[in-house]
């Protein structure tokens, strides 16, 4: 009795270990802890091998595919983060709430993250300020994409983002390094 017991818990293990992570495909890539390239002891996310993270503070199981990082939190709500692989790490988009705080129309306007008191602005000449300070021009893609080119302090980024009545959900990338221990 004992040995059919034994045997059919090592042949329950095999199985579930033959499956991998209960949660699906992950790209071992993206399994670590990471942090803001410009603060790298501080960590903002881990992705374990067996599908379960942390990601600003809160729990989840995720999979990945080769574009998103799919976190599923207790209830089963999903969120897709966009992640690009570099030599230097991985660039993570945050995905922004912001508010319209005025009435214009389209992406042109002054637009507040009420969270974290973040500001964009965008204007009808092609122009935008970020966070009252960061300014340049920009340009719009028939995907979504949205290409901020900064006068000076950043690189060009390639944003994503979506208008849903008065609110503009952008997704920013972040470098990301694995964090220092």
């Not at 300070?133 to 995907?143: I, K, Q, R, V």
């Not at 979506?162 to 990301?176: A, H, S």
């Amino acid at each position: 009795m004992k040995r059919k017991v034994i045997a059919l818990m090592l042949a329950l293990l095999m199985i579930l270990a033959a499956c991998g992570s209960p949660t699906g495909k992950i790209n071992d890539k993206v399994v670590g802890s990471w942090a803001f390239n410009h603060d790298d002891t501080t960590e903002f996310a881990e992705f374990r091998d067996d599908g379960t993270a942390v990601y600003d503070g809160k729990k989840y199981t995720y999979t990945t595919d080769d574009t998103f990082i799919i976190l599923k939190d207790k209830n089963g709500s999903e969120t897709k983060l966009r992640y690009e692989m570099t030599q230097k790490g991985m660039n993570l988009c945050r995905i922004q709430t912001y508010v319209r705080m005025d009435g214009s129309d389209g992406i042109v306007g002054y637009w507040l993250d009420e969270i974290n008191s973040w500001t964009f602005e965008f204007t009808e000449a092609g122009t935008f300020r970020e966070d009252g300070a960061f300014t340049g021009h920009y340009a719009t893609g028939s995907n979504g994409e949205l290409k901020l080119m900064y006068e000076r302090s950043f690189e060009d980024t390639l944003c994503y983002y979506t208008i849903e009545g008065d609110k503009i959900i952008i997704e920013y990338p972040w470098p990301m390094v694995k964090t220092a221990k």
